[in-house]
């Protein structure tokens, strides 16, 4: 059987550390629920050293994405509020050991949300929407894992910083959006690559965590996940995502 507290303790020391570690499916089988768990404990060492929770990240919510490594589901991790960077500030690069940015949007919760609920009633519970930007560094060496290892690794989840909140009363199913590094364009896309819509993603974030972490709380941010291919950031780089009728989100590089 899987030690689950042993190898939260080994994915929790490798993100403190930004320390490769092998993948734990070399070893043994992993299944997803046990990965859970290790998540899950992983991010209790955080909360016991202080940090506290800020929401949740969505993972695999793009349909190619979920083809290519045989699922149906999107996955899930937590958001601390030491993950949060700022808004054009600057990443340290040592941080991390194979980090890479992809934009999003995210939602800002004005009230709880849990279980099973619609479209509409998820944008009811939403205060404001925001582009955001997120930095995800799995800490597997060569970046090679299986779906399991990546669950139990805060589904790679490292970080992540917002721009300005507006108001969710719009349209957000197909916005065009774009991720420049120093000015050039290296990603483009559109808010449909979430799911089709990325409130879907926000349904989905009240299915599948809501009831793992006793509900979506108000005040809580909710990553709707990456809309185009990640972007492997480097020292030097100055990353803008924009996307249309929301705005801009930007980060720096530094050693």
């Known amino acids: 059987m899987t030690d689950i507290a042993k190898s939260a303790e080994i994915v929790d020391t490798a993100a403190r550390t930004a320390t490769a570690i092998a993948q734990f499916t070399d070893s043994a089988p992993l299944g997803v629920a046990e990965a859970y768990q290790i998540q ?5 060492h955080r909360l016991a050293r202080g940090e506290t929770m800020a929401g949740v990240k969505m993972g695999l919510t793009s349909r190619a994405k979920m083809a ?3 699922v149906h589901e999107v996955i899930w991790g937590r958001l601390t509020d030491a993950m949060r960077l700022e808004e054009g500030g600057a990443l340290s690069r040592k941080r991390y050991v194979h980090p890479r940015i992809e934009p999003e949007l995210a939602y800002l919760l004005k009230a709880p949300l849990a279980g099973e609920v619609s479209a509409a009633e998820a944008l009811c519970a939403v205060e404001a929407i925001a582009p955001a930007m997120e930095i995800i560094d799995s800490r597997y060496r060569n970046f090679k894992f299986a779906l399991a290892d990546v669950i139990a690794d805060n589904s790679s989840s490292s970080g992540f910083v917002i721009g ?9 199913s197909n916005l065009g959006l774009v991720m420049e590094v120093n000015g050039r364009t290296v990603e483009l896309g559109s808010t449909a690559a979430i799911l089709g819509d990325p409130i879907r993603s926000l349904v989905a974030a009240a299915r599948l965590a809501g009831p793992s972490l006793g509900g979506l709380k108000a005040g809580w941010i909710v990553l709707a996940g990456g809309a185009t291919a990640a972007h492997s950031l480097a020292v030097g780089e100055h990353v803008r995502t924009v996307i249309q009728n929301v705005g801009a989100v930007s980060i720096r590089v530094e050693e």
């Open 164 to 172: 300005p909140w507006s108001r969710p009363d719009r349209d957000c």
């Open 68 to 70: 290519q490594v045989g």
């Open 40 to 44: 899950a404990k992983s991010i209790d």
